[in-house]
């Protein structure tokens, strides 16, 4: 079993950052890829952003330029800065792993654009 645990999310007003968390094992973060997806209300889920074991990121057009991730290998930790948040960006994040053993999920974190 791989296990994600996510965090760092709330509400914030258009054009406000927030940074989100994403916990796993030392065996994952160095064997796999870490994905952000996010899922707002009535839609379907969306790649936002991933890096690679190696370090390498890439992100989806829209965030490009915006968000940022990095890696914490002391705290087996992945981050993922948001600058410039928009209303539409209003969803529930997600951290993924696609493992040997299986696509793995966490519970979420919800984030809220809203003045």
């Known amino acids: 079993q791989v296990h994600l645990v996510e965090s760092g999310g709330g509400w914030v007003q258009p054009g406000g950052s927030l940074r989100l968390s994403c916990a796993t094992s030392?065996?994952?973060?160095?064997?796999?890829?870490v994905g952000w997806f996010r899922q707002a209300p009535g839609k379907e889920r969306e790649r936002v952003a991933r890096?690679?074991?190696?370090?390498?990121?890439d992100y989806a057009d829209s965030v490009n330029g915006r968000f940022t991730l990095s890696r914490d290998n002391a705290k087996n930790t992945v981050y993922l800065q948001m600058a410039s948040l928009k209303a539409e960006e209003t969803g529930v994040y997600y951290c993924?792993?696609?493992?040997?053993?299986?696509?793995?999920w966490g519970q979420g974190t919800q984030v809220t654009v809203s003045s």
């Open positions: 993924n792993v696609v493992h040997k053993w299986g696509n793995f």
């Open positions: 030392k065996s994952t973060l160095n064997g796999y890829g």
């Open positions: 890096i690679s074991d190696g370090g390498s990121t």
